[in-house]
């Protein structure tokens, strides 16, 4: 009987802590959410010249990186939530990892939220820069890949985060947002050293949009707070011993039914300092114009123009510039899947300052075409590039 008894009693706890959990389970599924994303995008490629050969190839991540993520927020009660990001980005092509020693290589972060108050985030993170700026820039509009501006000099694509970064974003008022990021170097004896700094804001009002960014990059060879940042092209690769680099930007749009307009400006700024493999400053300008417009909710297209002119300087009499026409064309299947082509043209002149090889220095030699950031590993042999891509994305 007593072993009947103890059975019932046991049976009696066992349910009470299975109602209790459930009932603990579904209140924090209340409360709290992750949702995994990511996209996965592959296309056909064809490019006139890369390194004085054409080219037929499959390439990846062009109409939007290839990535996984997982997003998180956590409800605090009073407006506040708990909030986290984890992002990786990937070959999909070969399943490799982007970055060999960053499995979440795009942004790793966590923080507060406040519907009143703003976002405060840490961890490794993209700058207000590129968050505002470059949303509004010709990367928004026309893929990164065809579509930045040559050798993405002024980083408005997904090239430049920080490491150890604190983020600062305003809620929207009156259709006024900005944001603040200071990344510590971690330096000791000096917090000043290997920091970087950005801000940014942005104004929408009806149809019409506007934003403007600031960076402060310093020791770029060295900086552990410099998380990425593209100066890997013929474009800039010259400059890759800067002490400091400036990047300012500024971008608008004005939408009119299916139709929108967009102008966009930048200038680049490099610095030498004393170990620095050039001695004059230098600057490179660029300014764009962008369209699309929606023909049917499934079927869009945008064209962009920018020209690019980088300053006299370090012995360059005639400077580098650049022309550069890009165009795409998207169907969308559903709100996930879409087809894609791209096709880009640039044309070069001048000469500009280039990394020499294996020396480990620096000369000037004849500026050579790079469509956007699509082929920074290789460029053409001469002053003009066509780039013409046919692809799939799919987002999740």
Do not use: C
Request: no cysteine.
């Amino acid at each position: 009987m007593k072993s009947l008894n103890r059975a019932r009693t046991r049976a009696g706890v066992l349910t009470f802590i299975s109602l209790a959990v459930a009932l603990f389970s579904g209140t924090a599924t209340a409360q709290s959410s992750v949702t995994l994303y990511g996209v996965v995008d592959n296309a056909f490629a064809y490019v006139s010249n890369q390194r004085g050969q054409s080219n037929v190839y499959m390439s990846q991540g062009n109409l939007q990186a290839s990535k996984f993520g997982l997003l998180g927020a956590e409800d605090l009660g009073g407006g506040t939530k708990a909030i986290f990001r984890l992002e990786s980005g990937f070959n999909s092509l070969t399943g490799a990892q982007a970055s060999a020693n960053a499995m979440f290589n795009r942004q790793a972060y966590a923080g507060l939220s406040h519907e009143r108050y703003g976002t405060l985030t840490l961890g490794r993170q993209y700058t207000p820069y590129f968050s505002m700026v470059g949303a509004l820039g010709p990367t928004g509009v026309l893929t990164g890949a065809t579509g930045a501006h040559p050798g993405d000099v002024d980083a408005l694509d997904t090239t430049l985060r920080f490491n150890n970064a604190v983020t600062y974003a305003s809620p929207v008022i009156a259709g006024l947002a900005f944001s603040v990021q200071y990344a510590l170097g971690g330096v000791p004896g000096s917090i000043a050293s290997g920091s970087n700094f950005s801000a940014a804001l942005r104004y929408d009002y009806k149809p019409f949009a506007i934003a403007a960014g600031y960076v402060k990059l310093k020791d770029i060879a060295t900086s552990p707070a410099l998380g990425s940042f593209a100066i890997n092209s013929p474009v800039n690769n010259g400059y890759a011993s800067a002490q400091s680099a400036q990047l300012i930007a500024a971008a608008a749009r004005y939408t009119y039914n299916d139709l929108m307009l967009g102008l966009n400006y930048s200038n680049v700024h490099y610095a030498p300092g004393s170990r620095s493999l050039f001695a004059d400053e230098a600057v490179f300008n660029s300014y764009g114009a962008i369209a699309t417009y929606r023909f049917t909710p499934a079927v869009n297209v945008a064209a962009g123009y920018s020209y690019t002119r980088a300053s006299r300087a370090n012995g360059i009499g005639d400077a580098a510039q650049y022309h550069q026409i890009s165009f795409e064309e998207t169907y969308s299947l559903s709100a996930r899947t879409t087809f894609y082509a791209l096709q880009a043209y640039q044309h070069a002149r001048g000469q500009s300052l280039i990394a020499s090889g294996g020396t480990g220095g620096v000369a000037i030699a004849n500026a050579v075409a790079v469509v956007g950031d699509s082929q920074n590993a290789s460029p053409s042999s001469g002053p003009s590039q066509f780039v013409a891509m046919v692809g799939i994305r799919h987002a999740f």
